[in-house]
Nanobody
Framework: QVQLVESGGGLVQTGGSLRLSCAAS????????MAWFRQASGKEREFVAA????????YVANPVKGRFTISRDNAKSTVYLQMNSLKPEDTAVYYC?????????????????WGQGTQVTVSS
């Protein structure tokens, strides 16, 4: 199975930017579709963005569309989430996840592999 480790979270002011990284190990990275989810305190985990195995296709959830970009580097076995124009409502723990699916699923249960999460806090 694949192991995932996120990094890059932190505290940022409203309007600022962060780039999250998720490093994978254990299996061939390009065999997995990848996604980012987030979970704010007291709320359910929600889908943020997904990228296909090759990186050619992406899908971004409406709340972050135009502000967040997902990408991957298969040579480095890493997926990224570039977050711009951050808002206080983006504050959450961000998780990367891997799927064997060939599509870009948005459901939690489509992703059997998860990282431990990285905290992003946006101050107003």
């Amino acid at each position: 199975q694949v192991q995932l480790v996120e990094s890059g979270g932190g505290l940022v002011q409203t309007g600022g930017s962060l780039r999250l990284s998720c490093a994978a190990s254990g299996r061939t990275f390009s065999n997995y579709g990848m996604a980012w989810f987030r979970q704010a305190s007291g709320k359910e985990r929600e889908f943020v963005a997904a990228v296909s195995r090759s990186g050619a296709s992406t899908y971004v959830a409406n709340p972050v569309k135009g502000r967040f970009t997902i990408s991957r580097d298969n040579a480095k076995s890493t997926v990224y989430l570039q977050m711009n124009s951050l808002k206080p409502e983006d504050t959450a723990v961000y998780y990367c996840a891997a799927t064997n699916s060939l599509s870009l699923p948005q459901g939690l249960y489509e992703y059997p592999y998860w990282g431990q999460g990285t905290q992003v806090t946006v101050s107003s």
